[in-house]
């Protein structure tokens, strides 16, 4: 008896890996190109909406300005500076207090978040001091420190440091509230310190949390150097903006408003690629994947 066996050619799948790769890589450009047309669309709606309204007298540009105005104003500003200096120094005196504040916040908020996050007794001391200090308005703050420290640049790095602070310590202390507990106590019976263990469990479980608090935390650190400057300052662009207000500018607050978004999305920007290069030991959640 022969056994005869018949080997048939079996035809390689268009599914493959390969191809599978590329066709997600086409659908990842496909959303970003529609993403990116979807915001261009949205601009140009907004902005061409607004540039009709008032150019139709539907709107009145005195009080809500005037895209086209809004550019001219912008270039003025740039060329010709203001009453109290060019508009590149002021631009640098509200990003210089920004980042000294936003380091100093969120330096201290994280190190007061991972201190106050393992230790009950420290939690419960200090935490209503936390409380009352973060229920005050923001703008008393700002009078306190301006006050106290003249109308220099000091009153508004800590003003930025308060509101970074706030933001950065209560996502550092529930980070560490929610590291696993088996793990720490896994590292603790294989002889870690206390320094080790912050250092390679408890820091690194928690930066998901810190790092997420950090693009809200820069935002508001702007916000309270413009505050502050508000407030009383010698330059600046809460200077700028508080000064255009009151020539009855518009014009001049949405121009100098573009230049801080522009500022706040670079530093996004900046954050999001320093996000991505301390968390490339996690897997991307669903979420995330998906994203931009």
Do not use: C
């Amino acid at each position: 008896m022969s056994t005869t066996s018949t080997a048939s050619a079996v035809p390689v799948a268009d599914g493959g890996p390969a191809s599978a790769a590329a066709a997600a890589k086409r659908a990842a450009r496909r959303r970003v190109a529609r993403v990116w047309a979807g915001r261009l669309g949205l601009a140009a709606v907004v902005i061409g909406g607004w540039q009709a309204f008032t150019t139709w007298g539907i709107v009145d540009p005195f009080f809500f300005g005037q895209p086209s105005g809004i550019w001219k104003r912008l270039i003025e500003l740039f060329q010709n500076g203001t009453e109290f200096g060019s508009f590149y120094a002021n631009i640098w005196t509200t990003i210089q207090e920004a980042l000294i504040g936003f380091a100093l916040g969120a330096g201290t908020g994280v190190v007061f978040g991972v201190a106050l996050g393992q230790s009950r007794y420290l939690s419960d001391v200090l935490g209503p001091y936390i409380k009352m200090v973060n229920a005050i308005p923001r703008i008393v703050l700002g009078s306190i420190f301006i006050v106290a420290f003249g109308i220099g640049v000091t009153p508004k790095i800590l003003l930025a440091a308060v509101l970074v602070f706030f933001i950065v310590f209560f996502n550092a202390f529930q980070g560490v509230r929610e590291v696993d507990r088996n793990i720490l106590a896994n590292a603790r019976v294989l002889g870690a310190s206390q320094l080790q263990i912050i250092r390679h469990v408890i820091v690194p479980s928690a930066l998901t949390w810190i790092i997420a608090s950090l693009h809200s935390a820069f935002g508001f650190a702007i916000v309270g150097a413009l505050v502050g400057e508000v407030l009383g300052a010698q330059s600046g662009l809460g200077l700028v903006i508080k000064t255009a207000q009151n020539n009855f500018d518009p014009n001049g607050v949405f121009a100098t408003m573009l230049v801080i978004a522009v500022i706040v999305l670079g530093a996004e920007w900046l954050i999001g690629k320093l996000e991505h290069r301390l968390l490339s030991w996690r897997p991307p959640a669903p979420s995330e994947a998906n994203s931009l």
